[in-house]
């Protein structure tokens, strides 16, 4: 996959790594990337000899700033966007895929880049990290799932204000509201996710793969039914 201009990918004993490519403009994510990072996920979604992907962010500054504005901003490229939103739903695939999914963050994880990282499984952060939906103060609503998964991340109140103010929080507090898990060194960031997704590969795959499914499709549905989902995951992996 070297033919790609706005992310790195390679894959090494089982674990996938996706690295955002564009820190001259702090990853932000123009339509390029976006269909960069579908055919990438679909590869991690179809290839039965990777495990476990992990998301980063090439540079010293940023895992993705969010929305590459400059570019969203304008009138045929907002249009365009939402076009590629509605066809090639993104967020949706990766919260699809039956693997686990690592975010490792660090500096500005904003707007989409807050979104992105809340679609993957575990995410953990150094301590330079920052985190945010700050699209109302641009003008526009979060609309890469920012609305819906902020809330069911950390809890409708404060996600309410979050999403209102726009304003950011520090890892420490990100920590303690539960949407990053680990909050670590900047020099360990990249150590502690490779530790972490090497935990998961010693767990058998389909049990990963039921018990992420259980999860993920107990939240649409009532208490009952969610319970005898799980029985019925319980059953197919004894």
């Given at each position: 996959?070297?033919?790609?201009?706005?992310?790195?990918?390679?894959k090494?004993?089982?674990?996938?790594?996706?690295?955002?490519?564009?820190?001259?403009?702090?990853?932000?994510?123009?339509?390029?990337?976006r269909?960069?990072?579908?055919?990438?996920?679909e590869a991690?979604?179809?290839?039965?000899?990777?495990?476990?992907?992990?998301?980063k962010?090439?540079?010293?500054?940023?895992?993705?700033?969010?929305?590459?504005?400059?570019?969203?901003?304008t009138?045929?490229?907002?249009?365009?966007?939402?076009?590629a939103?509605?066809?090639?739903?993104?967020?949706?695939?990766?919260?699809?895929?039956?693997?686990?999914?690592?975010?490792?963050?660090?500096?500005?994880?904003?707007?989409?880049?807050?979104?992105?990282?809340?679609?993957?499984?575990?995410?953990?952060?150094?301590?330079?990290?920052?985190?945010?939906?700050?699209?109302?103060?641009?003008g526009?609503?979060?609309?890469?799932?920012?609305?819906?998964?902020?809330?069911?991340t950390?809890?409708?109140?404060?996600?309410?204000?979050?999403?209102?103010?726009?304003?950011?929080?520090?890892?420490?507090t990100?920590?303690?509201?539960?949407?990053?898990?680990?909050?670590?060194?900047?020099?360990?960031?990249y150590?502690?996710?490779?530790?972490?997704?090497r935990?998961?590969?010693?767990?058998?795959?389909?049990?990963?793969?039921?018990?992420k499914?259980a999860?993920t499709?107990?939240?649409?549905?009532?208490?009952?039914?969610?319970?005898?989902?799980?029985?019925?995951?319980?059953?197919?992996?004894a």
């Amino acid at each position: 996959m070297s033919e790609f201009q706005t992310v790195m990918f390679e894959k090494r004993e089982g674990i996938a790594w996706l690295t955002l490519n564009r820190p001259h403009v702090l990853n932000a994510m123009n339509t390029q990337m976006r269909d960069e990072l579908w055919t990438v996920m679909e590869a991690v979604r179809d290839d039965p000899d990777t495990a476990v992907l992990v998301v980063k962010g090439a540079g010293d500054r940023a895992f993705s700033a969010g929305a590459d504005v400059e570019e969203f901003g304008t009138a045929p490229s907002y249009i365009e966007a939402r076009r590629a939103r509605r066809e090639r739903d993104l967020w949706q695939l990766m919260l699809d895929i039956d693997k686990p999914l690592i975010a490792a963050m660090h500096g500005y994880a904003l707007g989409a880049g807050c979104e992105m990282s809340m679609c993957c499984d575990l995410r953990v952060a150094s301590e330079d990290a920052r985190f945010g939906l700050p699209e109302v103060k641009l003008g526009y609503i979060p609309s890469a799932g920012g609305t819906q998964l902020l809330p069911r991340t950390i809890g409708t109140g404060t996600a309410m204000e979050m999403i209102l103010t726009g304003d950011d929080i520090d890892a420490v507090t990100a920590l303690r509201l539960g949407l990053v898990h680990k909050v670590v060194a900047r020099e360990r960031l990249y150590e502690e996710a490779e530790a972490w997704a090497r935990e998961l590969m010693t767990r058998s795959p389909a049990v990963l793969r039921y018990a992420k499914e259980a999860v993920t499709r107990g939240l649409e549905v009532s208490l009952e039914e969610g319970l005898a989902m799980e029985r019925r995951l319980s059953l197919i992996n004894a």
